[in-house]
Every structure is written in C-alpha cells, then in structure tokens.
C-alpha cells in the first residue's frame, strides 16, 4: 500500500485565489512527522512547512498552512493568495518513528500547480 | 556557506560504465541521504548514514554503493551503470531538526 497519497497529478489555480493540494498517510505508527516541499522547475527540493503527529495545532508558515486531520490521516497543504511563483511541482512527505530514530522520509508522487496570471 | 553541494551536474554513461557522484555539505549536519528521482514516482531513498563512518540501505538500494568516510562527504557510486539507473539525483542532510536540506541534483543519463 502507497505511504503518501497524492491524488491530483496536476492543478490550475487563478492568481491570488487560495488552493489546497490533498495528502492522505498510512502509518499505524503513532509517533510520524509530515513535511511538504516544494520543487520549481529550476529542480531544487525547498522544505515549506512540518507537522508533527502529536502536534495540537495546524502549522503555519506564512502563506502555507498544514490543515492536519488525524483520525482521517490527511495532511492537506494550503497556500492563501496564490502567486505566480508559487507554480511548481509539491511533494508531501512523511517519517515515521520519529522517537526512535527513524531518519527515513517516503514521498508522494507530486502534484504540478500552475498558477493562471 | 555553499550548504549543499554536488558533483556533477550532468552526467551521461555507457552502459556497464562505473561513477562517483559526490554530496559535500558545509553544515556539520550529521545525517546525510542519497535520493532518485523518476517522473511519476517522487523521490525514493537509496541509501543513508546517521554519521560518520556509517550507511544503511534505503528503499532502492540495488546497483549501488555508498561512504561516508568524512563527516562532510557522501559518495554514491555505481559499479555498473544500466539504462534502470538513468534519473535525477538528490543528496539531502539533516542535523537534529526535522527538516532535510536538499542539494540542487545531478542528472544522469545512461545508454
């Protein structure tokens, strides 16, 4: 069974609108961390936001917030007032037993978002 | 501060050829990785080291070698190149945060 799920290959979003890039998990593990990074075409890996499983509130890093539902295991990424630099490929990742050591991330498969000007 | 670096950039191989590919990092960060990246698959861990003088396999570790006989260096090395090979590789390194930092990758052909 797939780690991450990532289920939109591709998105187009109106510049300065917000969007939601959807991230399911499988873990029975109750100690995970989530992370999302974003990757330009330029090829670069750039971390944007973490969420840590016994985590109580959402992250938040500027534009980006996690919107965590644990009971659902999702682990969504939403960017507020979309910018044309934001157009890039976005990976959700996850570790898994983060207390004992475990240094491993499993990614998604991706989800390109264009931003339309 | 360079953060993380890799040699080469590009790279193209023969069939049956053997490389180096080297990830050197400035952070004195302990945690070090070795990623391939495929379209439509993400990125998969090949192998790793926790510190130095230590590697663990990863998710697709097959075909390929590594060491960290420095703190600063991770090597990846392929004996024996196949055309399976061909992809974008990523090193990444991680001190006691969560967060990996990720090198700009090296993109290898093999025909």
């Known amino acids: 069974a797939q780690k991450i799920t990532q289920t939109q290959p591709g998105m187009f979003v109106q510049e300065k609108e917000a969007v939601t890039l959807d991230c399911t998990y499988d873990t029975s593990d109750p100690s995970y961390g989530l992370f999302w990074y974003k990757q330009p075409s330029s090829g670069e890996m750039i971390f944007l936001i973490y969420q840590g499983s016994y985590d109580q509130q959402n992250a938040t890093e500027g534009r980006y917030s996690l919107n965590f539902q644990k009971a659902r295991k999702s682990a969504n990424l939403v960017i507020s007032a979309s910018q044309l630099g934001d157009s890039a490929m976005y990976f959700c990742?996850?570790?898994?037993?983060?207390?004992?050591?475990?240094?491993?991330?499993?990614f998604g498969t991706g989800t390109r978002l264009t931003i339309i000007p | 501060n360079a953060g993380v670096t890799q040699t080469p950039k590009f790279r193209v191989l023969k069939t049956g050829q053997s490389m180096t590919l080297l990830c050197a990092q400035d952070?004195?960060?302990?945690?070090m990785y070795w990623y391939r990246q495929d379209p439509g698959m993400g990125l998969r861990l090949i192998h790793y080291s926790v510190g130095e003088g230590t590697t663990a396999k990863g998710e697709v570790p097959d075909g390929y070698n590594v060491s960290r006989l420095k703190k600063q260096n991770f090597l990846l090395g392929l004996e024996s190149a196949a055309p399976s090979q061909t992809s974008v590789y990523f090193c990444a390194t991680k001190d006691v945060a969560y967060e990996q930092y990720f090198g700009p990758g090296t993109r290898l052909t093999v025909t």
């Open positions: 990742a996850m570790r898994e037993g983060v207390h004992f050591g475990n240094e491993k991330l499993t």
């Open positions: 952070m004195n960060h302990e945690y």
